[in-house]
């Protein structure tokens, strides 16, 4: 019974008052997948200044609530305003099926990976993230080994494995990239539309060394057709045919696809120009490349206009900056009045 | 049910419904203080992004790399800045591109270029600038201290030097309307060190209205009580504007005719001869001139002052830059071969960008 009937009533109102705030803002915080944020960084984070490094836990909060705000402003990526006709592209997009695979650690997944996949990546078919650590909100698949460069021939190995055997129906073509490479799938797949997935065969960036066919620079991302993972899966964890872990990455899976049979392809288009690139695209423009670059491209080690084709696939050692500044370039800014015609760059059938 | 007297059923049905109101309230509200909360945490200047980003300097920029990368150091940089060569993309016979529109704008909207620069920057600066982007002016004349006829060059009778860029601007000027007024429909001016898009230039100005006293670029709120417009992001000053110019510009107490800053005194020039500042953003309010280099407004990192001076929020990211932007500043010229091929060459095969209406109408 109501001693005091007003502020009971009061007590009352103000009690389920409360509870729907409090629901509102559990609710918000269970959709981000994720919990309170400690008082005490708050007070850090608006003294900006003095911030220096950041616990990863706060930098995942703040990536959750940069994700909230995001969704609240539905901003960024959606550009409805765009009158762009991509029916080539889109009709692409579901004939050439391309799986993404992303070599990263758990110190660059708020940073670099993030920055992958909120740029290029989501053109992918399939996107998966490879780490030595499995994590679920992320997502990352935990390939049991350590960090560092001592392992990343291991990590490719097992990553591809993974991939043979829970994947293989869900792409056309296997792509490995770091997360600081940026990739134009609509590229990608331009050019692979003009290649056989039941060949033995993949492309990428041609080093002329050290491996007698050559191989692929590992940063600037190398594709494998469906063959070429169906003998890497039958045999590739044979010691004699590819080495397991040690080395450089890039050459021992070459080395490793040579054993298998499987033939280094040519991706350069019909100027004779790259489409794959294991720098910068200010570093191939201008040409600053180090000396070591000249033993090892298989291309002559171009620069400026015969070096980039205008359908380029990929670059390597991009910041998340970079990737930022690239999608604008891209896919926004653009001449008023110049509408750019489809190029016929492909090479012909078997070259 | 069975704790309350039967005479309170009908209150309690009314309860109920004042309970689910009050807690949808309570809901409303705190879904309301959510989205105050965190975009108040992450809203701008946010100190999280910009302390884990690469920093902008490129000493810092090469420490924070992998060890990987760093090949390509500050002096490395400096050292191919030194050597470089204009690169031609000669490869205009593969390409498709229907240029049409382009084209009927370059010659219904001719526009006068005029480039600041100096002797020794033609070598280095100048000659990029030709290479690149000011080719497409209708005319194009490079303004200097000392006349070069191989370059060439107009030598304006101004010594070198930040003290006397007011005058040089107001010579520069000066010459053009006593010698190209009729060359052109609209005159911009520009630094050696600014990337212009001339195809968006000309589908804006195809808004405007060439005998209106109007000048449009990168608004600056402070000095001038109307704004002015930042010198590096480059300005382009209506015919009218360089009619009364013209007639008035040479007067001590209208414009001052050298000293402080090139493009705040250039500012108040303006306003006093009633030429005024125009709008230039676009139809979603996004920045068409801009006063520092691409990769800066789309990450932010602007000094302080910024933020007192710009006119139209300082904002940052993507959304902040029109898909049909003019201007950038402080572009090296190694940046503008790139420009050259991510806006001209470099596409995503199968993605045809159509045209979009981003004008706004008649600036007022």
Same mark, same amino acid.
């Given at each position: 019974?109501?001693?005091?009937?007003?502020?009971?009533?009061?007590?009352?109102?103000?009690?389920?008052?409360?509870?729907?705030?409090?629901?509102?803002?559990?609710?918000?915080?269970?959709?981000?997948?994720?919990?309170?944020?400690?008082?005490?960084?708050?007070?850090?984070?608006?003294?900006?200044?003095?911030?220096?490094?950041?616990?990863?836990?706060?930098?995942?909060?703040?990536?959750?609530?940069?994700?909230?705000?995001?969704?609240? /402003?539905?901003?960024?990526?959606?550009?409805?305003?765009?009158?762009?006709?991509?029916?080539?592209?889109?009709?692409?997009?579901?004939?050439?099926?391309?799986?993404?695979?992303?070599?990263?650690?758990?110190?660059?997944?708020?940073?670099?990976?993030?920055?992958? /996949?909120?740029?290029?990546?989501?053109?992918?078919?399939?996107?998966?993230?490879?780490?030595?650590?499995?994590?679920?909100?992320?997502?990352?698949?935990?390939?049991?080994?350590?960090?560092?460069?001592?392992?990343?021939?291991?990590?490719?190995?097992?990553? #591809?494995?993974?991939?043979?055997?829970?994947?293989?129906?869900?792409?056309?073509?296997?792509?490995?990239?770091?997360?600081?490479?940026?990739?134009?799938?609509?590229?990608?797949?331009?050019?692979?539309?003009?290649?056989?997935?039941?060949?033995?065969? #993949?492309?990428?960036?041609?080093?002329?060394?050290?491996?007698?066919?050559?191989?692929?620079?590992?940063?600037?991302?190398?594709?494998?057709?469906?063959?070429?993972?169906?003998?890497?899966?039958?045999?590739?964890?044979?010691?004699?045919?590819?080495?397991?872990?040690?080395?450089?990455?890039?050459?021992?899976?070459?080395?490793?696809?040579?054993?298998?049979?499987?033939?280094?392809?040519?991706?350069?288009?019909?100027?004779?120009?790259?489409?794959?690139?294991?720098?910068?695209?200010?570093?191939?423009?201008?040409?600053?490349?180090?000396?070591?670059?000249?033993?090892?491209?298989?291309?002559?080690?171009?620069?400026?206009?015969?070096?980039?084709?205008?359908?380029?696939?990929?670059?390597?050692?991009?910041?998340?900056?970079?990737?930022?500044?690239?999608?604008?370039?891209?896919?926004?800014?653009?001449? %008023?009045?110049?509408?750019?015609?489809?190029?016929?760059?492909?090479?012909?059938?078997?070259? | 049910?069975?704790?309350?007297?039967?005479?309170?059923?009908?209150?309690?049905?009314?309860?109920?419904?004042?309970?689910?109101?009050?807690?949808?309230?309570?809901?409303?509200?705190?879904?309301?203080?959510?989205?105050?909360?965190?975009?108040?945490?992450?809203?701008?200047?946010?100190?999280?992004?910009?302390?884990?980003?690469?920093?902008?300097?490129?000493?810092?920029?090469?420490?924070? /790399?992998?060890?990987?990368?760093?090949?390509?150091?500050?002096?490395?940089?400096?050292?191919?800045?030194?050597?470089?060569?204009? &690169?031609?993309?000669?490869?205009?016979?593969?390409?498709?591109?229907?240029?049409?529109?382009?084209?009927?704008?370059?010659?219904?909207?001719?526009?006068?270029?005029?480039?600041?620069?100096?002797?020794?920057?033609?070598?280095?600066?100048?000659?990029?600038?030709?290479?690149?982007?000011?080719?497409?002016?209708?005319?194009?004349?490079?303004?200097?201290?000392?006349?070069?006829?191989?370059?060439?060059?107009?030598?304006?009778?101004?010594?070198?030097?930040?003290?006397?860029?007011?005058?040089?601007?107001?010579?520069?000027?000066?010459?053009?309307?006593?010698?190209?007024?009729?060359?052109?429909?609209?005159?911009?001016?520009?630094?050696?060190?600014?990337?212009?898009?001339?195809?968006?230039?000309?589908?804006?100005?195809?808004?405007?209205?060439?005998?209106?006293?109007? %000048?449009?670029?990168?608004?600056?709120?402070?000095?001038?009580?109307?704004?002015?417009?930042?010198?590096?992001?480059?300005?382009?000053?209506?015919?009218?504007?360089?009619?009364?110019?013209?007639?008035?510009?040479?007067?001590?107490?209208?414009?001052?005719?050298?000293?402080?800053?090139?493009?705040?005194?250039?500012?108040?020039?303006?306003?006093?001869?009633?030429?005024?500042?125009?709008?230039?953003?676009?139809?979603?309010?996004?920045?068409?001139?801009?006063?520092?280099?691409?990769?800066?407004?789309?990450?932010?990192?602007?000094?302080?002052?910024?933020?007192?001076?710009?006119?139209?929020?300082?904002?940052?990211?993507?959304?902040?830059?029109?898909?049909?932007?003019?201007?950038?500043?402080?572009?090296?010229?190694?940046?503008?071969?790139?420009?050259?091929?991510? &806006?001209?060459?470099?596409?995503?095969?199968?993605?045809?960008?159509?045209?979009?209406?981003?004008?706004?109408?008649?600036?007022?």
């Amino acid at each position: 019974m109501d001693l005091h009937p007003q502020s009971g009533k009061m007590t009352r109102t103000k009690t389920r008052f409360m509870f729907g705030l409090i629901f509102a803002y559990v609710a918000i915080s269970y959709m981000t997948g994720h919990l309170t944020p400690r008082p005490t960084l708050m007070r850090s984070l608006k003294n900006g200044n003095q911030e220096t490094q950041l616990s990863s836990e706060w930098r995942s909060f703040l990536t959750h609530l940069e994700t909230i705000r995001a969704l609240l /402003r539905f901003d960024e990526f959606t550009d409805a305003h765009l009158k762009n006709e991509d029916d080539e592209a889109r009709r692409l997009e579901s004939e050439v099926r391309v799986l993404c695979w992303i070599m990263t650690s758990p110190k660059n997944l708020d940073s670099r990976a993030t920055a992958v /996949r909120r740029t290029w990546a989501r053109r992918c078919n399939k996107l998966l993230f490879i780490s030595s650590v499995t994590n679920e909100t992320f997502p990352t698949i935990g390939i049991e080994l350590p960090e560092g460069r001592d392992h990343l021939t291991g990590k490719t190995i097992k990553a #591809f494995k993974y991939i043979y055997e829970h994947h293989i129906d869900d792409a056309d073509w296997f792509m490995k990239a770091d997360d600081d490479t940026y990739v134009i799938l609509e590229n990608l797949r331009y050019f692979l539309s003009g290649q056989n997935s039941n060949e033995p065969i #993949f492309f990428g960036h041609h080093f002329k060394t050290i491996v007698k066919q050559g191989y692929f620079s590992g940063g600037a991302g190398y594709v494998l057709s469906k063959e070429a993972l169906r003998r890497f899966g039958a045999k590739g964890n044979d010691e004699t045919i590819c080495r397991q872990d040690g080395g450089a990455e890039d050459a021992e899976f070459g080395k490793c696809m040579e054993t298998l049979g499987v033939k280094v392809g040519n991706s350069t288009d019909k100027l004779g120009r790259n489409r794959f690139h294991c720098f910068d695209p200010d570093t191939h423009l201008m040409g600053g490349y180090p000396d070591w670059y000249y033993q090892y491209d298989a291309n002559g080690a171009k620069k400026g206009r015969d070096s980039i084709s205008d359908y380029t696939i990929s670059f390597h050692y991009v910041t998340p900056e970079k990737m930022n500044a690239l999608e604008f370039y891209i896919y926004h800014l653009r001449p %008023y009045g110049l509408k750019s015609g489809k190029q016929e760059l492909n090479q012909d059938w078997g070259s | 049910m069975t704790r309350f007297p039967s005479y309170r059923d009908p209150i309690l049905f009314g309860k109920m419904q004042s309970n689910t109101l009050n807690f949808v309230f309570g809901l409303t509200i705190g879904l309301v203080f959510a989205y105050v909360g965190i975009s108040y945490m992450t809203g701008p200047p946010t100190p999280w992004p910009t302390q884990m980003r690469y920093v902008a300097t490129e000493d810092q920029e090469t420490k924070l /790399r992998s060890p990987l990368r760093s090949f390509l150091t500050h002096e490395d940089l400096e050292k191919i800045r030194a050597i470089v060569q204009p &690169i031609e993309f000669m490869d205009a016979h593969v390409h498709n591109d229907d240029d049409k529109e382009a084209r009927r704008l370059e010659k219904e909207i001719r526009v006068l270029c005029w480039v600041m620069t100096s002797p020794e920057n033609l070598e280095s600066k100048a000659k990029h600038v030709r290479s690149t982007w000011a080719r497409r002016c209708n005319k194009l004349l490079f303004i200097s201290s000392v006349t070069n006829k191989t370059f060439p060059a107009i030598g304006i009778d101004v010594p070198e030097g930040r003290d006397h860029l007011t005058a040089k601007t107001m010579k520069a000027f000066k010459y053009i309307y006593e010698h190209h007024m009729d060359d052109a429909d609209w005159f911009m001016k520009a630094d050696d060190d600014t990337y212009v898009i001339l195809e968006n230039l000309r589908y804006f100005l195809s808004s405007q209205n060439t005998n209106e006293p109007i %000048y449009f670029g990168h608004h600056f709120k402070t000095i001038v009580k109307q704004g002015y417009f930042s010198g590096g992001a480059g300005y382009v000053l209506s015919k009218e504007s360089m009619r009364r110019f013209g007639a008035h510009g040479s007067n001590e107490t209208v414009c001052r005719q050298d000293g402080g800053a090139e493009d705040a005194e250039f500012g108040k020039c303006m306003e006093n001869l009633g030429v005024k500042v125009g709008n230039s953003t676009d139809k979603l309010g996004r920045s068409r001139f801009h006063c520092f280099d691409p990769d800066t407004h789309l990450m932010g990192g602007y000094p302080d002052w910024y933020y007192q001076y710009d006119a139209h929020g300082a904002k940052k990211g993507r959304e902040s830059i029109s898909d049909y932007a003019i201007s950038f500043h402080y572009v090296p010229v190694d940046k503008m071969y790139a420009m050259e091929f991510y &806006i001209y060459h470099l596409r995503p095969y199968g993605i045809e960008s159509g045209k979009q209406e981003l004008n706004q109408g008649r600036s007022s």
